[in-house]
């Protein structure tokens, strides 16, 4: 079967570095994406990887091994409203999007 | 621009009763998707449409049915609903139907539904 492993719960200090790591096992691989969700909110796109190596967006960089089934979010310089739930899904041969159950990190001042 | 929109926000329904949840995007976008996401679970795919007209089962389609009239409208209707279908619904929309870019989902804000 498929599968996408997140940790369930993190917990990080304002202003410090987190990385939120995904393992997956899926029929195929077209990209893997990560999103965010706060509480009641929709998911919200943060990055997209389809080749090896890290992908930098301001404070959000994402990082790919196709290799090793893996790939992680860094977030640098926390801010209290980083505090949300990160979605990582992986597009599979069927060009489907298999879903984690999400990482809620929780910020701490 | 609206983006996704999706209605209504939140409902109570009685088992046994029908119900369709409505989902609107002004993106133009040629794939839609409906998901459920229950807690301690990722979201899982109900029904998608990669064009309008054409419209196909995702991982958990049993209870759902869906049509796709036209670009724009992706309504979700749950015939006789259950209680274990109790859930947050989300609709989302995409550009391409495979492949070419990133065919980034774009979410609406949900329905939340309690079967009772």
């Known amino acids: 079967g498929q599968n996408i492993d997140q940790p369930t719960e993190m917990t990080a200090t304002e202003g410090a570095i987190v990385q939120i790591n995904c393992t997956y096992q899926t029929s195929g691989f077209n990209g893997l994406f990560w999103y965010q969700q706060h509480a009641g909110e929709a998911p919200t796109f943060l990055s997209y990887n389809v080749l090896d190596g890290l992908e930098e967006k301001g404070r959000f960089s994402s990082f790919l091994s196709r290799s090793k089934g893996y790939s992680y979010l860094l977030l640098k310089e926390l801010q209290m409203k980083d505090s949300a739930s990160y979605l990582c899904a992986v597009r599979d041969s069927n060009y489907q999007l298999i879903w984690g159950a999400g990482t809620k990190l929780i910020i701490k001042p | 621009t609206a983006g996704i929109t999706q209605a209504p926000t939140s409902q109570i329904l009685a088992a046994g009763r029908s119900m369709t949840l409505r989902c609107t995007q002004d993106?133009?976008?040629?794939?839609m998707y409906w998901y459920r996401q229950d807690l301690g679970l990722g979201l899982r795919l109900i029904h998608y449409?990669?064009?309008?007209?054409?419209?196909g089962k995702g991982e958990v389609p049993d209870g759902y049915s869906v049509s796709r009239a036209n670009t724009d409208d992706f309504p979700l209707t749950l015939a006789s609903a259950v209680p274990s279908q109790t859930s947050v619904y989300f609709c989302?929309?995409?550009?391409?139907?495979?492949?070419?870019?990133?065919?980034?989902?774009?979410f609406g804000p949900g329905t939340r539904l309690t079967v009772l």
């Open positions: 993106m133009r976008h040629n794939a």
């Open positions: 989302a929309s995409s550009d391409s139907i495979a492949g070419g870019g990133t065919d980034t989902q774009y």
């Open positions: 449409s990669n064009t309008a007209g054409t419209t």
